[in-house]
């Protein structure tokens, strides 16, 4: 306190005693006893005021000891239970944590870590992910600005995250208790398999697998790869010593429609601790892709025969060729090309009004363009009884699709009316017209797509002249065909949209994260927020049904299925407000990452030790350990002297003794008959 604030503690005391004296003994004049009693009560109310009014600055010094933190971090992932090292991490834990002079130099911190990192001090070894690059960050956020140990008791074995030997921070020191029979044994292993998620029927997809081997002898094994009791390909492999991993492709025929499930396995001469590791299943959805293609045409031309030859290049491409008058219905057809149509296509385009199938249409001398101007809105046409060639030029700007320019600029010219022809509506134009070497300013390819119905138009006959200009500078056909199977597969993709989307996988591996999105749409096309989905799940197999409620995100809803076990599972997602559903299914393979290992990472282990200047232990010597963490004179327990000020004002304790001793002098004074 400064003089100032002594001075006016003085005063007070003057202040609060002579009003008391006043009072009670020179305007009373009585010496009682109990006008003493109501004077001291006076005088310490009032002089409580006068202190809340002064208000002074209480310091306080306090004596602060700081333990320096101690992180005790198990793995608590299936692979130390597949180990059989899960008794041996309960009983080094239990050693450290309760070593008194450890718990005296230490703030001992408790934590276990398996997909996520937690603070914990129960473990039960379920874990289906190894994430041990998350550890340094969890520590991080808990521990900011301090230096410390960490004792990691794990076996080394990752299974998600990034590389963990450099996530850590190089001033904490890490020493790995390494748990897990570190003896080298004799191990066959399925490393990695990569396949795409979708293949197209009756087409072959690749399979590629790594084999590793772990032991010193020379080794031939089997590479098999199966779906159900049939074998599909088997290859032998040789390993030795100095050989430890092989690479294999292999080429798989995709002759059945859906979710395909097959089993890779290899299998050597001498036993082997852990067979798991050399079985892997994985699954292909293969699409059926066949897209049937009438065309019709009321004429003979040699264009006819050099579409359906390029258009069926594309084995999941089938081109039916009608007349108009002998073509009946529209149902089994999936895109119509109309070549040079007339008013015998009459009935065609009224059923299609309906139907909504995408067209390709394609005009040329024979073309009846008044009937044309009736029967859609996308092209005006305003054309004469001449004919003219129109040669091709290429529009770079085009981006509804991907598209190479295959020289189209060097194709022999097109044969059409001569005439103008407008884009009446909202279209893309991937081939303009010219006339020699003067634009038009019409189009000669076009596409569009109105109310989810998508066309294309190809103003100019004699697009065989084309395929075979092509074949000369290429040696090939291929490039043409490519061209007109994108110009198919345009308007075979459907672009309807739907109210409810849902996003999902066909297959999961066991122990991965399971996720299940899904947006719905009123009927503006926009995002309904109260929208309420929910989803039943049940598995085929046993028939247990599960019901789960999708969560909103951010302009999506969400379900996590983690933790059902590996089968094949029937879903049905429904919004309630609208009765509005999706059904589907996926497949849950049996796969556990946590029971690929035979021995622990000691090699990784060993480098995370170094980077932090650790020291790495086997679990013989953890007093060993538990030693020099005692004598290591970098960790010391930290004395502070804290300083605490606080105001007078503040103290509650004080207002409620004077109020208290300004109640008992009104009760006295009351009781006495001083009022």
Do not use: C
Not at 210 to 235: C, E, H, M, P, R
Not at 320 to 334: A, G, I, M, R, W
Not at 535 to 558: A, E, H, S, W
Request: proline share 3%; net charge positive.
């Amino acid at each position: 306190m400064n003089k100032s604030t002594i001075l006016l503690l003085l005063l007070s005391l003057l202040i609060a005693g002579g009003l008391s004296f006043y009072q009670y003994f020179y305007k009373a004049k009585n010496n009682s006893k109990l006008n003493l009693f109501l004077a001291l009560l006076r005088f310490l109310s009032l002089f409580g005021i006068l202190l809340l009014l002064i208000n002074p600055i209480i310091t306080r010094n306090t004596l602060e000891t700081i333990k320096p933190p101690l992180a005790i971090v198990v793995d608590n992932s299936g692979s130390i239970e597949v180990l059989d090292a899960s008794k041996k991490a309960l009983d080094l834990y239990a050693a450290i944590m309760a070593n008194g002079p450890l718990k005296e130099k230490f703030d001992i911190q408790s934590y276990r870590f398996d997909s996520e990192f937690l603070s914990s001090k129960e473990f039960d070894f379920k874990g289906t992910q190894t994430n041990l690059d998350g550890i340094s960050k969890g520590l991080k956020n808990r521990n900011r600005n301090s230096t410390f140990p960490i004792i990691l008791l794990t076996d080394g074995n990752q299974t998600t995250g990034n590389d963990y030997v450099y996530s850590f921070d190089p001033t904490n020191k890490v020493f790995p208790v390494i748990l897990g029979d570190t003896t080298k044994v004799v191990d066959l292993k399925i490393t990695r398999l990569n396949v795409n998620k979708y293949a197209f029927y009756k087409n072959k997809f690749p399979v590629e697998v790594f084999l590793s081997y772990s032991g010193n002898q020379k080794l031939s094994a089997d590479f098999t790869i199966s779906q159900g009791n049939s074998v599909l390909t088997k290859q032998s492999v040789s390993f030795s010593s100095s050989k430890r991993t092989a690479v294999l492709n292999v080429l798989l025929p995709a002759n059945k429609i859906g979710s395909q499930t097959f089993k890779a396995t290899v299998t050597g001469d001498e036993k082997e601790k852990n067979t798991y590791n050399n079985t892997k299943n994985f699954a292909v959805e293969v699409i059926d892709q066949k897209t049937n293609i009438a065309l019709v045409t009321a004429i003979n031309h040699p264009d006819v025969g050099a579409l359906k030859r390029s258009i069926e290049s594309n084995a999941q491409r089938k081109v039916t060729v009608f007349k108009p008058n002998t073509f009946s219905s529209l149902k089994e057809y999936d895109i119509f090309i109309l070549y040079q149509p007339t008013r015998a296509f009459k009935p065609i385009f009224e059923e299609n009004k309906s139907a909504g199938t995408s067209t390709f249409i394609i005009s040329g001398t024979s073309t009846d363009f008044s009937f044309l101007n009736q029967e859609q809105s996308t092209l005006i046409f305003k054309m004469s009884n001449q004919k003219e060639n129109y040669l091709a030029g290429f529009n770079a700007q085009f981006n509804l699709f991907a598209i190479d320019n295959i020289g189209f600029e060097t194709f022999p010219p097109l044969e059409n009316a001569f005439g103008k022809i407008e884009v009446k509506e909202d279209a893309s134009i991937l081939l303009s017209s010219k006339i020699r070497t003067m634009d038009t300013n019409s189009p000669l390819l076009v596409y569009a797509e109105n109310k989810g119905k998508r066309s294309a138009f190809l103003l100019g006959e004699n697009i065989w002249k084309w395929r075979l200009q092509s074949h000369l500078n290429t040696q090939s056909f291929a490039e043409f065909d490519v061209f007109m199977d994108k110009t198919i597969q345009y308007l075979a993709s459907s672009s309807s949209k739907k109210a409810l989307v849902v996003n999902h996988e066909s297959f999961y591996n066991s122990g991965d994260a399971i996720e299940i999105s899904a947006q719905y749409f009123n009927k503006n096309y926009e995002f309904d927020e109260k929208a309420r989905l929910t989803i039943i799940v049940t598995n085929t197999g046993t028939k247990q049904t599960k019901n789960y409620d999708l969560l909103k995100g951010n302009n999506f809803y969400k379900v996590n299925l983690d933790g059902l076990d590996a089968g094949t599972y029937n879903f049905f997602v429904k919004e309630l407000n609208s009765n509005t559903s999706y059904s589907s299914h996926f497949e849950i393979l049996d796969f556990d990452r946590e029971k690929q290992f035979v021995n622990p990472d000691s090699e990784k282990l060993n480098q995370l030790a170094m980077q932090t200047e650790g020291t790495v232990y086997f679990p013989d010597q953890v007093y060993v350990l538990i030693k020099s963490l005692l004598e290591d004179d970098n960790y010391k327990t930290i004395e502070k002297n804290k300083v605490t000020r606080s105001p007078l004002i503040d103290w509650t304790l004080l207002l409620i003794l004077i109020v208290s001793l300004l109640a008992t002098e009104w009760f006295v004074r009351k009781y006495n008959g001083l009022l």
